[in-house]
Each structure stands twice: as C-alpha cells, then as structure tokens.
Nanobody
Framework: QVRLVESGGGLVQAGGSLRLSCAAS????????MRWYRQAPGKQRELVAA???????TYADSVKDRFTISMDNTNRAVYLQKNSLKPEDTAVYYC?????????????????WGQGTQVTVSS
C-alpha cells in the first residue's frame, strides 16, 4: 500500500558531495516523520538523520555539519544532502517514514522502508 523509493546513490571521491532522494507513494494520508539510515558491510544499521513535520531534525554525531536532511511533505519526499564525504560514509542508505494510511484503506499507522541505495566513497 505504501512504497518508498530511494535514488541518487553512486560512487564519489572523498571530499565530494551527493544528494539522495526518497519518494513516498501509495495510500498516504499523512507522513509524520522521515529518516535516513545506513548500513555498512559487517555493521548494524544506524540512524543518520531524521526530520518530523514540525521541522525538528536529528543527526548522528558522525554526520553533523556535513549532512542535511530536508523533508518535503507536500511532495511526500525527503532528501539527504551529503557534503565532505569520507570513505567511512560508504554504506547502503535506506529511507524510512512514519505514515498514516488513508481511512479508505484502513487508516493504519505504519513505518515503511525503502529498498536502499548504495553510496561508495573512494579515498
């Protein structure tokens, strides 16, 4: 009923920039929060950045002052601007959202995940 699709991943040199996008579609009444997670090989998935509809943002210490999350609730999208990239930022990046579905489809509250997009930062 709800789908999140990420885009914008790729290969970039250390010090470079990349912008990830995530678009939500389906039976959406309201999006309450959107987040970016990442998972590096052999490591647990970790929260990178989050934004709620009141524009409150949260960042992992490792990305503060380098990454910026921006949520466009009108277009049901979230972006992650990543600057000053480091090799340790290499990971699969996942979009995540807290969504309320339309009443006609049950009015459920759920958390949806995208399929992920690979970001590789070369040294």
């Amino acid at each position: 009923q709800v789908r999140l699709v990420e885009s914008g991943g790729g290969l970039v040199q250390a010090g470079g920039s990349l912008r990830l996008s995530c678009a939500a579609s389906g039976s959406i009444f309201r999006i309450n929060a959107m987040r970016w997670y990442r998972q590096a090989p052999g490591k647990q998935r970790e929260l990178v950045a989050a934004q709620t509809t009141d524009d409150t943002t949260t960042y992992a210490d490792s990305v503060k002052d380098r990454f910026t999350i921006s949520m466009d609730n009108t277009n049901r999208a979230v972006y992650l601007q990543k600057n000053s990239l480091k090799p340790e930022d290499t990971a699969v990046y996942y979009c995540n959202a807290d969504i309320e579905t339309r009443l006609i489809d049950g009015g459920f509250s759920l958390t949806s995940w995208g399929q992920g997009t690979q970001v590789t930062v070369s040294s």
